[in-house]
């Protein structure tokens, strides 16, 4: 009964509908790909290795790369599978991709404790769309498409 009632409220108040739609199908793409294939055979379809994206953009882009952040950051934390932050970057590079939105993924590592943490996130013009803006990490490689 909570999953049907969920499910009117997307409908009824969603505003961008396809938006969430997509978001949800490349991210379980996503995590799906990310969970059955090496990493070395996904890199080379992540953009141009070691480019960056322009500084900035025009205000037309930042407002759909604020709707793209929003619909994916919503849907990511609603999803039954793990969407942590490399299947959000993807997921919202592919959203602004379909528009023809250039962007930059950045991957970083830290160490906490000992322990090594990875990290992914992207930025598109000034703003950062996922994963904050990598304050604290070391980047290790970064894609541009």
Known sequence: METVKRFVRFIRYNRHKKLSILAMIYAAYYRLL??????????????????????????????????VS???????????????????????????????????????????????TAHAWLRCGEMYVTGGDGKGYAIVDKFCS
Request: hydrophobic share 40%.
């Open 70 to 116: 929003y619909a994916v950051n919503r849907i990511c934390n609603k999803t039954a599978w793990e969407s942590k932050c490399l299947v959000r970057a993807l997921t919202a590079k592919k959203l602004l991709k379909m528009k023809g939105i250039l962007s930059t993924m950045y991957l970083g590592c830290n160490v906490e404790d000992g322990n090594m």
């Open 34 to 67: 990310i969970f059955m294939v090496p990493p070395k055979y996904l890199k080379p379809k992540w953009g141009l290795e070691g480019e960056e994206s322009a500084e900035k953009e025009v205000i037309e882009i930042y407002c759909y790369a604020k709707k």
